[in-house]
Every structure is written in C-alpha cells, then in structure tokens.
C-alpha cells in the first residue's frame, strides 16, 4: 500500500514535469514566431522620381547592387558597386577606363587603387548612404545598366528613360519581407551583356 502511493505520488509529479516542459516547450515555439514575425530585415527599394515603387525586396548582408554607364565625354563604361551592409548602401569600388573629363584619378582615402588590363579600380573610401539617386539615360546618353539580385544585368536606359530613381535600404518587419517588381521590369530581358561603347 504504501509502495503504491509513492509510486503514485512518483507518477503525478513525472506527469507534472512533462506537462510544465511541453508548455515552455510550446511558449517558446510562439515566441519564437512572434519574435520572427515583427523582426527587422533590411530591404533593397528602387522608387522613380513620381513616387511610384518599382522594385522591393528582403536582402542580406553583402547584398551587391551594381550599376553601369557610358561616359559622356569619354564615351568608355564606368561601373559603381555597392554592398548592403549594416542597413546602408556602402560604395564599395568604381571602375574605369579612364582617368580624364572628371573621373577618379587617384585612390580615395581610406581606399587603394588597382590597375588591371581592362580596369581602373577605386576600391574603398567608406562612404555609404540609406538612399542616393541614380540618373538614368536613353539610348544617345548614358546608355544606363543595373545589376542586383535576383533579376540580373538589365537595361535601364530602355526600361526607365530619363527617370531619376532613388535607390534605398531600409529596415521593417519580416511580415512585410515580399518581393515586389513592376511589369516593366518583369517583361525586360535579363542578364543582358555589358554594353561596352556607344
């Protein structure tokens, strides 16, 4: 009799123990979820000069955004990179064919400077922005192309004419965390080559 109780009293704290595990089990599983749903995330935006959005998406550290032109005057390409990082766009390199008619002649500070065959390359300089605008030419100036996760090298000059776009990073909840792109870019070819000169 007296073993029955014990192992009675046994049986009702063991049952107690699991039961008071399986609810901390299960109050961490729901903060867990609430805690994902209202986390912030960086997003990589493209908005044109009327406000319109017309691209959107959750990004990671390290996301690359790489935008490529013809230069005006001396009519070779020039590419900017950026990286996504701690919430801000950082210039990480520029390349160039040249260093006349206003493009970078010498390394920035807190940057070096690397010659290659093709390239001229700025690397460094610690400059970063949440948004800076990017001027988009036409087929006879500019000749603008874009390149960033997931769509690809695209044309810009062909699919934004003469649009002034406002490039951001910012940060909201991971319940907002879609990507949105209009059709224009949809409908656009990606992954097109480089255009070298006019």
Do not use: C
Request: glycine share 6%.
């Amino acid at each position: 009799m007296l073993l029955y109780r014990y192992l009675a009293k046994l049986g009702a704290i063991i049952v107690k123990f699991y039961k008071n595990i399986l609810l901390l089990f299960l109050l961490l599983i729901t903060l867990f979820f609430i805690s994902l749903y209202g986390w912030r995330v960086d997003f990589f935006r493209i908005i044109d000069n009327d406000g319109k959005m017309l691209f959107s998406s959750p990004t990671t550290l390290g996301h690359i955004f790489i935008t490529r032109y013809i230069h005006s005057v001396e009519l070779t390409p020039v590419e900017d990179e950026y990286y996504v990082v701690s919430g801000k766009l950082w210039s990480w390199e520029e390349r160039t064919r040249s260093t006349k008619a206003g493009m970078p002649f010498k390394s920035p500070k807190n940057g070096r400077f690397i010659k290659t065959k093709q390239w001229l390359i700025y690397q460094g300089g610690r400059l970063s922005w949440n948004s800076y605008f990017y001027r988009i030419g036409n087929d006879f100036f500019g000749l603008n192309q874009a390149n960033f996760e997931p769509l690809g090298r695209r044309d810009f000059y062909k699919i934004f004419p003469g649009k002034k776009l406002n490039i951001e990073v910012y940060r909201a909840p991971y319940k907002f965390s879609r990507t949105y792109l209009v059709r224009e870019l949809t409908d656009a070819p990606s992954f097109v080559p480089e255009i070298e000169h006019k």
